[in-house]
């Protein structure tokens, strides 16, 4: 018994890895390291070279307040909440530790907050790369180039050369984080999942300011006591899935939950697109590998592929056994209000219960969430099976 409560303290621990508390420490302790740390305002940033170098690539992560004083000095308040909330954190000086930033063109407003943490910050390291637009071998060249450019700058920032042997490392590192997560994932298919959709987004996102290797330890470790897990949960409740970007507060997740339901699937940039696909290990060349990984990982809102991207969706939620789908759109996301009337069509066409709620960065309209959530669950318990 005592092991058993020793190990869902180390769970709770690990689900709390990127809470406000604690995911300014694993940057702190590399820094102590002596390790440098780069900030990543996007996840289609290649992490496995930045680790190659020696450094802790660590997912900016915004600040969960609703105070944005600082931050909208420069932006407007109809904007990226993520960008915005991000900013925020800066200016409080809570990344004071930041040796570089990488950042694509994931749009433009990404584009101008990038230019606003420069100015602001003025980091020693800064990179940006053009995030995968379409799946295709034109792309796919173009990537590979982006990254020996970054490469070759990184090598020139950290006086390491990062040599085929050293990105090989990473990858295996970085893999090992993928195969862990899927298998999170997959007892997620369970009838009565032994974990929360909350509790798995802490994970996935603590995986994103940690050191791999680190991370891979702790969760190996875990994932037999978490397979042995039993939550209470009523037979009744709906399974979900929720769909967003950008999203890295469970709280969203637990506001859901909350009202009678299992989230037992994510579509997510912070969940199931972050580490779904792996790097060829038998390749030749590993940044071709790795750029081949990254323009062909789960599509996101921004491609030009919504037909791939709702597809995934639809399978995901078959093989998840879904009874519906929660898109949770931030609010200043036009990629996703673009897409909205393709995904309620295609949802509908393959029978999949959908509703949109529109969302901040902050969990500060909770109430709201809540009504809308409680409503789509009503909806779903009067739907004939």
Known sequence: MADMEALERE????????????????????????RKVIGLLCTYAPEEVIYAAGMLPW?????????LGKATVYRDMDSCRYCTH????????????????????WDDDRRRVFDTWVYVSKPAFTATFTAPKSKSEIMERYFCREMAQIISSLEDFSGTRITNDRLWQAVKVYNKTRRLLLRLYELRKRAAPPVTGAEVLGIVTASTVMDKADFNNRLERLLPYIES????????????????DMLDNPRFIEIIEGEGCKVVMDDLDTGSR??????????????????HRYCWRPADPVGFNWEEQIQQIIEWARDWRCDGVIELYESFSPARRWRAPFLVRELGRAAIPLTRIARGYDAGGAEQIKTRVGAFLEMLAKTPV
């Open 11 to 34: 769970l709770v621990s690990l689900v709390q890895g990127n809470s406000p508390e604690n995911r300014r420490k694993f940057a702190l302790q590399a820094k102590s390291d002596g």
């Open 59 to 67: 997912r900016v992560t915004g600040t969960w307040d609703s105070n």
């Open 86 to 105: 991000a900013l925020e954190a800066l200016l409080r000086g809570q990344m004071e530790f930041l040796d570089g930033v990488v950042d694509s063109d």
């Open 229 to 244: 897990r039993v939550l209470p949960h009523t037979r009744a409740e709906p399974r979900i899935m929720v769909s967003s």
């Open 274 to 291: 972050y580490f779904h696909r792996l790097v060829d290990e038998n390749a030749d060349d590993p940044v071709s590998a790795i750029a």
